[in-house]
């Protein structure tokens, strides 16, 4: 069984780490004495307040809304326009009893989300904040156990924080983990496993994960598993190079996944996710999925220098097996993002952001699949690409409840994407107020006969004002012209015409608390 296996995994990686740590040299000849806390926490406190013309039409879907723009969520461009205020509060703790030195943490984060006036005097997700309240809705996003056996050595096991980057999650600053590596493209989400993290000598990092994404029956051969290797080298001070290697056991065949859409690839989480939909019919399938890739980065955000660069690319194959049919899995996904500081503060700075997914214009019918494949295949969101500087041509990061755009995946339907954005930020009062702009402008790679390829171009702009420490005020506004890809019923929602052009302003207050 998988399971076994991820079990297995996870014996070996801890006795060769504890085996490791007695070669000498990773520990130092006296520890250190320091009164250390046993429980620390972070929070992080969320507010958004926003005025759009963009909502679902289903009634039911109040809570968490995600997915693509005109897709089965059936978030729709309207006439009116749609108001509410939604906030979101993580705690995120690690409990270190004393007795074991910093070798063993227990670390915890959980999830409160809700829309103001939404429901009250009940239970579920994202819920609560009607009058009255009282809801039951605190989510467990991660829970798990760190060892750190050495200094250089670390092993999760649990509920874990699935990201496409080399480092340790929990030790590494957001803007990292969204500028390098997958850039959370790939993968970005959480799953139940065993990672382990080795820091080879002090400018070489391996990553090694085994992840159980869906067990389904425990008596059947119907997982769905991950594994994964990623190894970077630095090869200057500012610059770094990583090969990886992701390969995904499907036998899940759909089962389980989010609510009735199911997961997978021919599951109706599809047209939610903005992925793609192998047509199979009702035949049962198999399949073995790869990504290899490599990604690079050069002082991407700017701490030592005036230029930076960051970028990946990454190749899917594998095979998708039927009793009928044998499919072939060939496609490429390429990044490449350019950053100058052009003024005196570290926040002056102008970037531009392209990114390139390889698409496919006739399904499967050629038994062939020549775009690309990410965790949104397999759970919504499963990658969340958000640090390009747009807001509704692909998604923002600063969400709740609702996280949607045209283009929600790189894989857009699996048309394949082509675009990317330009940014420019001034901070006209160091530290304090920040003007940002942005633009971006995207195409479909690859459609088929009688649709167009241009899916639109967007503006934005976003003031921050920097209140106190890690508590941030913004405004933000953005506006997309929709192109003669959505001319198409295929993808505009099923309507004769081209929708109504997206738009939105809202404000939101953020506060990282120690």
């Known amino acids: 069984m998988k399971t076994t296996r991820l079990l297995g995994a996870f014996l070996v990686l801890l006795v060769a780490a504890s ?21 620390t926490f972070i929070g992080y406190y969320f507010m958004r307040s926003e005025l759009s013309n963009v909502a679902p039409t289903n009634e039911f879907l109040k809570g968490q809304v995600v997915g693509r723009l005109f897709g089965g969520n059936t978030t729709r461009t309207l006439a009116s326009e749609a108001r509410y205020t939604e906030q979101r509060f993580m705690p995120m703790f690690t409990y270190s009893p004393r007795l074991f030195d910093g070798w063993a943490k227990m670390r915890g984060a959980l999830e409160m989300d809700w829309t103001w006036g939404d429901a009250n005097y009940g239970a579920g997700g994202n819920f609560g904040g009607a009058f009255g309240a009282d809801f039951v809705n605190i989510q467990t996003q ?48 959480d799953a139940s496993g065993v990672q382990y993290f080795r820091a080879l000598d002090t400018d070489r990092f391996l990553k090694a994960g085994a992840y159980q994404l869906y067990e389904n029956n425990v008596e059947q051969k119907d997982d769905v598993t991950l594994y994964e290797l990623d190894v970077e080298q630095a090869v200057g001070i500012k610059t770094s190079v990583g090969l990886s290697l ?39 399938y198999t399949a073995d999925v790869f990504w290899v890739g490599t990604h690079f980065h050069h002082d991407p955000l700017l701490r030592q220098g005036r230029f930076g660069l960051g970028g990946f690319a990454w190749y899917n194959l594998g095979t998708v097996e039927t009793a009928t049919r044998s499919i072939d899995i060939a496609g490429l996904a390429a990044n490449l993002r350019l950053a100058y500081r052009w003024g005196a503060e570290q926040e002056d700075q102008v970037a531009v952001d392209a990114i390139y997914t390889s698409g496919d214009n006739d399904n499967v019918s050629d038994d062939k699949y020549t775009g690309v494949l990410t965790g949104n295949n397999w759970t919504a969101p499963g990658s969340v690409f958000f640090s390009h500087g747009l807001y509704l041509l692909l998604p923002h990061g600063n969400v709740v409840n609702r996280y949607n755009a045209a283009v929600i995946d790189i894989q857009n339907l699996g048309y394949g994407f082509s675009g990317g954005s330009f940014t420019v930020a001034k901070d006209f009062v160091p530290n304090k107020f920040r003007v940002k702009l942005g633009a971006g402008a995207g195409w479909a790679s690859s459609t088929p006969a009688g649709m167009g390829k241009t899916v639109g171009t967007e503006l934005n702009i976003n003031l921050r004002y920097r209140l106190k420490v890690f508590m941030d005020l913004e405004l933000h506004a953005a506006r997309m012209w929709l192109g003669d890809f959505y001319d198409s019923p295929v993808v505009n929602g099923g309507v004769d015409e081209r929708p109504r052009d997206p738009w939105s302003v809202f404000a939101t207050f953020k506060w990282i608390m120690f």
């Open 19 to 39: 085996a490791a740590a007695q070669t000498g040299g990773d520990f130092a000849d006296e520890r250190d004495k320091t009164d250390r806390k046993e429980l």
């Open 142 to 189: 991660n829970l798990f156990i760190e060892f750190n056996p050495n200094r250089r050595s670390w092993i999760n096991a649990g509920l874990l924080r699935l990201y496409d980057n080399v480092r340790i999650p929990y030790y590494t600053p957001t803007d990292h983990l969204v500028y390098k590596g997958y850039r959370l493209a790939m993968f970005g989400s």
């Open 246 to 284: 992701h390969y995904l056991s499907d036998r899940g065949n759909g089962e389980g996944g989010v609510s009735i859409l199911g997961q997978g690839l021919n599951s109706g989480l599809s047209n939610y996710n903005g992925v793609f939909n192998f047509e199979l019919g009702n035949e049962d």
